[in-house]
């Protein structure tokens, strides 16, 4: 079994490695394409300010983007800090309450069975760092 697995690492190296030597050769697309390939949409004169603006307009749309991403994650961080809090909790019962956040605003919906389940979980969301407002949605179970 060994000298299977063995034979089949060297075939496959051997096989990688004249791929590798065989591509740089006759000009493979690791190096840009064949050298006597055309150019291609670069005739006629380039206009250098409309470059320069359609680069602004991506950079602009990217760094929006990239902010978007970071306040998504930043939100997912606080709820998951809130949850994990929730669920090391002995008195909270943390599958029936449901947190969402926007921004650093917290929303705790769900019934809890009792007034002191329900302190306790607005107490874990307000006292996680970040978090500025917790919106209490929360029901006690009568």
Request: a positive charge; zero cysteines; proline letters at 1%.
């Amino acid at each position: 079994m060994r000298a299977l697995l063995r034979t089949l690492v060297i075939v496959l190296l051997v096989v990688l490695a004249g791929f590798l030597l065989l591509g740089y050769r006759s000009g493979s697309v690791m190096r840009g394409g064949p050298v006597d390939a055309p150019a291609v949409g670069t005739s006629g004169r380039i206009d250098v300010e409309r470059a320069r603006e359609r680069g602004a307009e991506i950079g602009e749309k990217t760094a929006v983007a990239a902010k978007e991403v970071s306040n998504a994650v930043s939100e997912a961080a606080l709820t998951s800090k809130i949850k994990a809090k929730m669920a090391l909790d002995d008195s909270v019962k943390s599958r029936a309450i449901d947190v969402t956040t926007e921004g650093s605003t917290v929303t705790l919906t769900g019934t809890v069975r009792s007034v002191a389940e329900h302190d306790r979980a607005v107490a874990l969301a307000r006292e996680t760092s970040g978090v500025s407002q917790v919106v209490d949605r929360l029901r006690v179970q009568k």
